[in-house]
């Protein structure tokens, strides 16, 4: 127990070698005034003596204190080189134990900073708003304390299922156009690698090339959605990782081809789009559905509602592809899955299926052999999708990230797996 009201202070601001000078209240905060313990140093550049140059006062946003905001108010020295000879002049002293060069916040709360917007997907608003500071102090040390993390070496080894899927990352502009940004996955074990801009080849293909021969050979599962910038990436890169499409992508197809005959019946049938009576429209979500999902009555009221406005059965067709299409992913064996495949991308071209089923046919005969190498690998982008989620949660608590930089680097410590130990060594 210390008694000495000097070093009681000490303890409470718990910063080493530093003295406690002053503590005081501003109309915000509570103002905490220091100044460092240390010797007189010898000059970097000539190796003598130094002088005096005074004091500056430098303020740095720090961790609350008792549950209020807090500045801690470093009066830092100055020292200048009397020698003439000498190009170094003047300069400040530094401590990287209380806070980085030139940063605006303490090491401590920039630590802490980054743990919550990296790690509890936190926004950065919020977190500067706990510190009573602003947003830009908040990211400026996410982005100084979360980089040693992301770019850690030892942050993914080796992989042996790797995905690529697009997600859109912000739209920008005056015409809110667009802006795509391709995730590199560990599909096996649900990490997200990186994230590159553009949903081109360019991005992961520049990533991969970057990628040591030795760790690109032990890809042996490429997984994608039905994409062909994807398959060229993986053509160049990891010719002999054998592509698998994603099974979430294949029966998100056939879920888009179901809803196009629908829509487009609706429109032959009644001449207007869905309204909330009109039978097609009333049966659009028990239509996605998975059939397992659906109980007797549903079914049934399903079928009564397209007997009522699916005169040709064309939707009815398409329900049942979708099924079919679903039902990829229930074979066990690999040889029975690829010829089940086949078989299936023939039937669906057949003249007697809607266009829109016949356009998925003609997909599915392209991929076939991506959508059948999913019953050797059994791997998907379903961890991707997982990922996506997170990453969209991050863009979410942003209200949308324009920044590429700070999407990359918020969505890396959130579903990244970072080391997080060595945030606090
Ligand atoms: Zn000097």
Redesign the pocket.
């Known amino acids: 127990m210390e008694h000495d009201p000097t070093r009681m202070c000490e303890l409470l601001v718990g910063l080493p070698d530093v003295n406690v000078n002053g503590v005081g209240e501003w109309p915000h905060w509570l103002r905490i005034e220091i100044t460092r313990r240390a010797g007189r140093p010898v ?6 003596g ?1 002088h005096d140059h005074g004091r500056r006062d430098v303020v740095l946003v720090d961790l609350p204190v008792f549950g209020r905001p807090a500045r801690l108010v470093w009066a830092k020295q100055r020292w200048r ?3 003439p000879d ?3 002049g003047t300069w400040t002293e530094l401590d990287e134990r209380i806070a980085p060069a030139r940063a605006a916040i303490t090491d401590r709360a920039g630590r802490w900073a980054t743990f919550q917007v990296g790690r509890h997907g936190r926004s950065v608003a919020e977190v500067a708003d706990d510190l009573g500071c602003d947003w830009h102090t908040i990211m400026d040390a996410v982005i100084w304390f979360g980089t040693p993390l992301v770019d850690d070496p030892h942050r993914f080894g080796d992989v042996t299922a790797l995905g690529l899927d697009e997600t859109l990352f912000c739209r920008q502009g005056r015409w809110r156009r667009r802006c795509w940004s391709t995730q590199i996955v560990d599909v096996a074990r649900g990490q997200l690698l990186d994230i590159v801009a553009g949903r081109d080849t360019a991005g992961p293909c520049g990533w991969l090339a970057e990628r040591p021969q030795e760790w690109r050979d032990g890809i042996r599962w490429a997984t994608l959605d039905l994409s062909g910038p994807y398959r060229s990436v993986f053509d160049t890169m990891l010719p002999d990782a054998v592509q698998v499409a994603d099974a979430f992508h294949v029966v998100k197809l056939a879920n888009t081809a179901l809803d196009e005959v629908r829509r487009r019946v609706q429109n032959e049938t009644l001449g207007h789009r869905g309204r909330k009576d009109d039978p097609l429209y009333r049966c659009r979500r028990k239509l996605l559905m998975a059939d397992e999902r659906l109980d007797d009555t549903a079914r049934s009221k399903l079928l009564g509602l397209l007997a009522a406005g699916d005169p040709k059965g064309e939707v009815r067709m398409a329900w049942h592809a979708k099924e079919v299409v679903r039902s990829i992913y229930t074979i066990d064996d690999p040889e029975l899955g690829a010829e089940f495949v086949e078989r299936l991308g023939q039937d669906l071209q057949d003249e007697s299926c809607p266009p829109e089923v016949q356009r998925l046919g003609r997909t599915i005969t392209t991929w076939r052999h991506q959508i059948a190498a999913w019953h050797r690998s059994r791997v998907s982008n379903g961890p991707t999708e997982a990922i996506n989620n997170l990453v969209k949660r991050v863009k979410r608590v942003a209200f949308g990230i324009v920044n590429f930089r700070n999407y990359r680097i918020r969505s890396l410590l959130y579903a990244g797996k970072p080391n997080w130990s060595l945030l606090n060594p």
């Open positions: 000059c970097e550049g000539c190796g003598g130094v080189c009397p020698n000498c190009e170094v």
